[in-house]
């Protein structure tokens, strides 16, 4: 089986940062992509950032200039540093990979929050 550990949420002032990481572990044959989705209360599951094997980003318009993705194949790796960090970022931040077989998994989730 695949297991995702997420870590380094917290509660940041405005304007602080943070850097989620996330480790894959397991029968794992090959990554595709990672990505960090993210959740608010009352909210939808949205993506927040995405990066393929071939380090192709995509980032959500709301966080664009502030978020940065990163992996590292050879760990099976996904960092998502974020600055400058608004109350609006305030959510669960979850960990997906998505394998070239096209099996996904999830992380469970990592608590952001963002208040002064």
Same mark, same amino acid.
């Given at each position: 089986?695949?297991?995702?550990?997420?870590?380094?949420?917290?509660?940041?002032?405005?304007?602080?940062?943070?850097?989620?990481? #996330?480790?894959?572990?397991?029968s794992?044959?090959?990554?595709?992509?990672?990505?960090?989705?993210?959740?608010?209360? &009352? %909210?939808?599951?949205?993506?927040?950032?995405?990066?393929?094997s071939?380090?192709?980003?995509?980032?959500?318009?709301?966080?664009?200039?502030?978020?940065?993705?990163?992996?590292?194949?050879?760990?099976?790796?996904?960092?998502?540093?974020?600055?400058?960090? %608004?109350?609006?970022?305030?959510?669960?931040?979850? #960990?997906?990979?998505?394998?070239f077989?096209?099996?996904?998994?999830? &992380?469970?989730?990592?608590?952001?929050?963002?208040?002064?």
């Open positions: 089986q695949v297991q995702l550990v997420e870590s380094g949420g917290g509660l940041v002032q405005p304007g602080g940062s943070l850097r989620l990481s #996330c480790a894959a572990s397991g794992i044959f090959g990554i595709y992509a990672m990505g960090w989705y993210r959740q608010a209360p &009352g %909210k939808q599951r949205e993506l927040a950032a995405i990066i393929t071939g380090t192709i980003t995509n980032y959500a318009d709301s966080v664009k200039g502030r978020f940065t993705i990163s992996r590292d194949n050879a760990k099976n790796t996904v960092d998502l540093q974020m600055n400058s960090l %608004k109350p609006e970022d305030t959510a669960v931040y979850y #960990c997906k990979i998505v394998t077989s096209g099996s996904a998994y999830w &992380g469970q989730g990592t608590q952001v929050t963002v208040s002064s």
